[in-house]
């Protein structure tokens, strides 16, 4: 079972690079997140979806966009990166928003602005 | 907004000893859930327990457990009979059961950090 799966795993950027870090999931999930985890400050929440074709602002949007043109797969995308993004980026999925429905989350992926 | 606070940066417990690690959280709502992930070195995220604030009976997993105290807006894992396997980060986290902006959105403590010994 593949779950939640991110792509790339680790990514070394130089400053003012972009790229996009890609999450799929394949339970039929309606919504889908994106989380930044900073040492000493949990997860924190970057854009989040509740269905195909819609995505939100969470607590930390700036320097990030995102899309979710299928509903399987969730973009997260810094168009110009900065060393302030250096960071571990999960993602996560669930049915809906209660509590009674998880998320479920991909094994991160490792990112280094230089 | 929801605030969650993991007061314990870092635990130690002997193999087959109880730890209890400590969370609090504000909030004015009266309907929410409360969860406990545990995140070992491989840094996966997994889901140990889940709390509904409408139910007064403190959940079970196992060898975890949680006192909710929800007056207090606490909510405590207690792991009995540590095993190696422990070892990890372990976050609190907090979701709004109302709609609306909330809905669906985590809310995160520090993190913990447990190391269980030999």
């Known amino acids: 079972n593949a779950g939640v799966t991110q792509t790339p795993k680790f990514r070394v950027l130089k400053t003012g690079q972009s790229m996009t870090l890609l999450c799929a999931q394949d339970?039929?999930?309606?919504?889908m997140y994106w989380y930044r985890q900073d040492p000493g400050m949990g997860l924190r929440l970057i854009h989040y979806?509740?269905?195909?074709?819609?995505?939100a602002k969470g607590e930390v949007p700036d320097g990030y966009n995102v899309s979710r043109l299928k509903k399987q797969n969730f973009l997260l995308g810094l168009e110009s990166a900065a060393p302030s993004q250096t960071s571990v980026y999960f993602c996560?999925?669930?049915?809906?928003?209660?509590?009674?429905?998880?998320?479920?989350f991909g094994d991160g992926t490792r990112l280094s602005i230089l | 907004a929801q605030t969650v606070t993991q007061s314990q940066p870092e635990m130690s417990v002997q193999e087959a000893e109880t730890v209890t690690l400590s969370c609090t959280y504000d909030?004015?709502?009266?309907?929410?859930?409360l969860f406990w992930y545990k995140q070992p070195p491989s840094r996966q995220m997994i889901l140990v327990i889940r709390?509904?604030?409408?139910?007064?009976q403190n959940a079970t997993e196992n060898r975890f457990s949680v006192n909710f105290q929800k007056a207090a807006k606490s909510f405590s894992l207690k792991i009995s009979d540590s095993q190696l396997g422990d070892t990890a980060m372990y976050f609190c986290?907090?979701?709004?059961?109302?709609?609306?902006?909330?809905?669906?959105?985590?809310?995160f403590g520090q993190g913990t950090i447990l190391t269980v010994h030999p």
């Open positions: 709390q509904e604030a409408y139910k007064q």
């Open positions: 339970m039929n999930h309606e919504y």
């Open positions: 996560a999925s669930s049915y809906g928003g209660q509590g009674s429905q998880p998320q479920h």
């Open positions: 909030t004015s709502e009266n309907n929410y859930y």
């Open positions: 979806s509740v269905g195909e074709g819609t995505t």
């Open positions: 986290a907090f979701l709004s059961g109302a709609g609306g902006t909330s809905y669906g959105k985590l809310t």
